[in-house]
């Protein structure tokens, strides 16, 4: 079955360590993108990459840092200079002009303290 | 530039009840409009989209939804609610061009009284 996998589903990590999460998809999209989601703001953009090894800040970079190397992976990397990091993180992927919609994969709750 | 408001950041209904969730949304071009659903800790799953054409979109789980152009509204409705309808749902808006930004809504919580 297509889809998109991300690990791990939950990650602690103590303040000032870098962490890296993974995103992986297997629908031969063009695009993926990462989004942070906090209660009773929505989803923010954080990154998106339209074709491999290119990528675009999205509204809140600051703090991330991504690599595209492969269509198929998008890791997104939370830096120590990320001053707020505990969310949910949600990675995409799409394909624009063919499906419109985004598919999402299930998530990483990240916890630091 | 597009945006989108959520009417309703939290919603209650008996199960049996009609289901009216409301978005109103804002675009400089003919938007795409789409409707998420997420269960807790978990991503989000397609409802239901309108790109073109027909303007009563019909999606999963009973649900659906009319894009009214006059009144920029994309309102999601369901005839009879289910417990298993208790879940945050995500109004999203798409410009048609080449890259294709989405804006997404504050979400709408529904919960289902049984």
């Known amino acids: 079955d297509g889809g998109i996998t991300q690990s791990p589903k939950y990650l602690f990590r103590k303040e000032g360590q870098n962490v890296t999460l993974s995103c992986e998809q297997n629908?031969?999209?063009?695009?993926m993108y990462w989004y942070r989601q906090d209660p009773g703001q929505g989803l923010r953009l954080i990154y998106y990459?339209?074709?491999?090894?290119?990528?675009q800040k999205g509204d809140i970079a600051e703090g991330y840092s991504v690599s595209r190397e492969k269509k198929e992976s998008f890791p997104l990397t939370v830096t120590s200079a990320q001053k707020n990091p505990t969310a949910f993180y949600l990675c995409?992927?799409?394909?624009?002009?063919?499906?419109?919609?985004?598919?999402f994969g299930p998530g990483t709750r990240l916890t630091v303290t | 530039a597009q945006s989108v408001t959520q009417l309703g950041s939290h919603v209650s209904v008996s199960e049996g009840a009609l289901v009216l969730l409301r978005c109103n949304y804002s675009s400089s071009v003919p938007p795409y409009l789409f409707w998420y659903v997420q269960y807790p800790n978990q991503g989000l799953q397609l409802l239901l989209k309108y790109t073109t054409g027909a303007t009563l979109v019909k999606g999963i789980n009973g649900f659906e939804a009319e894009f009214k152009k006059s009144e920029t509204s994309f309102h999601l409705t369901k005839p009879s609610a289910h417990m298993s309808d208790a879940a945050e749902y995500f109004c999203?808006?798409?410009?048609?061009?080449?890259?294709?930004?989405?804006?997404f809504g504050i979400g709408t919580k529904l919960q289902v009284i049984p």
């Open positions: 629908l031969n999209h063009d695009a």
């Open positions: 995409a992927s799409s394909t624009p002009g063919r499906d419109y919609e985004q598919y």
């Open positions: 990459s339209q074709i491999v090894n290119d990528f």
């Open positions: 999203a808006v798409s410009d048609s061009g080449g890259y294709q930004k989405v804006t």
